[in-house]
């Protein structure tokens, strides 16, 4: 690289953008395979905009960044401005009920992440080579359009610990929290997972499967082209129900998911239990490289254990059959860990145009990072696991 000037642009589209520049930085190992990361996809980012899930009216304002040298992108980010803080899942209410009773306007904000998703993946996205100064061009620059524009605040959440360790070292806070993942360590299948278990906890999950199984009818997995228009149906209504028990109103349109089923199929697997054909529960995942992550969860019958059997043991099951490294259940549940998903650190970093505030957080976010440490360390201590199989995962 030859420290040519870096040009860098914001766009309230993401069709200013061509997708295969965008998808040089955000996923070129796809070129060969599926990408790290399907949620920072063009497809993924661009099914969320052109079905009304984000922009106007949504809290969700994108502004997308494009760092170019020389005429040829090397860089860029999902940035949207925020109304609120809904759907971060990396919760800074505490920040904006302070920033506000000190007198100031925390909203509106910028954030680069993927709209709700709570799940880790690279938030400064940039073409191989240009790691270093990618993510600087795109830090420095959403920084400065925060500042320029006298707003509160700049936020990565869900980033990897690298671009968290990057990022700190540029002079932005560095924050941790904690979920839940469950780590396939080489098991052959399902019994080969129990047999790193407890006595007493393998014997639980065997009686829920059991159990789960008495609902009345089969449980069956779909993706690609095997996923069917009532699927999507069964879905939007599964969805729709736990939004509006969970958040009140659901983030995603039904456009979203009539989207996905042209676009986004192959990166969907649907887990449904069926009675006579018909769906009613069923969970939504996306798949990763070798990640699988579980999105969303939904039903009109309840079933005793149905819910672990669809949203943690299934995906288990897939995982282990495609060999893959990780099933990320999504945010919270402490009841995942006694179903093999122990917890994990995710990382975020913060900038606050306020100096005063900037040091009132960062004291507090060194305060927190030891309790989130201390938490992983006893919550790991109650996991499922054989003490032996523990302390090798560690």
């Known amino acids: 690289m030859d420290g040519s000037t870096i040009e860098l642009s914001a766009h309230r589209s993401l069709s200013a953008i061509d ?45 997308y960044l494009c760092a170019r040298q020389d005429g040829e992108v090397i860089a860029v980010a999902p940035l949207y401005g925020k109304m609120h ?9 505490n920040f904006a009920h302070a920033y506000e009773r000190s007198g100031g306007q925390y909203y509106p904000k910028l954030q680069i992440a993927v709209p709700f998703t709570p799940a880790t993946g690279r938030r400064f996205l940039t073409r191989p080579g240009f790691e270093v100064a990618g993510m600087a061009a795109l830090v420095q620059g ?34 941790t929290a904690q979920q839940y993942h469950w780590a396939n360590d080489g098991y052959a299948d399902w019994d080969g997972f129990l047999a790193a278990l407890s006595s007493r906890k393998r ?8 159990t789960a199984q008495t609902f009345g009818g089969q449980i069956v997995q779909v993706t690609g082209d095997a996923i069917e228009p009532h699927h999507w149906d069964a879905l939007w209504t599964f969805y729709q129900d736990t939004g509006a028990r969970k958040w009140g109103q659901p983030y995603l349109t039904r456009a979203f998911f009539d989207i996905a089923a042209e676009t986004l199929k192959d990166d969907i697997l649907l887990v449904f239990a069926e009675i006579d054909g018909v769906p009613v529960a069923g969970a939504m995942n996306m798949i990763g490289h070798d990640t699988l992550y579980g999105r969303y969860w939904g039903c009109t019958e309840h079933h005793p254990c149905l819910h672990f059997e669809i949203c943690y043991y299934q995906a288990i099951d897939y995982a282990i059959a495609h060999g893959m490294k990780r099933v990320e259940a999504g945010a919270q549940g402490e009841h995942k860990l006694a179903r093999g998903y122990l917890p994990v650190t995710t990382h975020s970093l913060h900038w606050f145009g306020d100096a005063g505030f900037r040091q009132a957080v960062a004291d507090y976010l060194e305060a927190e990072r030891r309790a989130v440490d201390e938490e992983i360390e006893v919550l790991t201590s109650y996991g499922p696991f054989r003490k032996a199989q523990v302390e090798e995962q560690e």
């Open 19 to 63: 997708p295969a520049d965008w998808d040089a930085c955000a996923c070129p190992e796809a070129a060969t395979g599926r990408p790290v990361d399907p949620f920072t996809t063009y497809r993924f980012l661009k099914a969320l905009e052109d079905s009304g899930s984000v922009g106007a009216g949504t809290g969700w304002e994108p502004h």
């Open 85 to 93: 803080s809904q759907g971060e899942y990396m919760f800074d209410h």
């Open 142 to 175: 959403a920084v400065q359009i925060a500042a320029d524009n006298e707003l509160s605040s700049l936020h990565a959440t869900f980033c990897t610990e690298a671009e968290a360790l990057a990022g700190a070292e540029m002079g932005l806070l560095h924050r």
């Open 203 to 210: 014997k639980t999950l065997r009686r829920e499967r059991r």
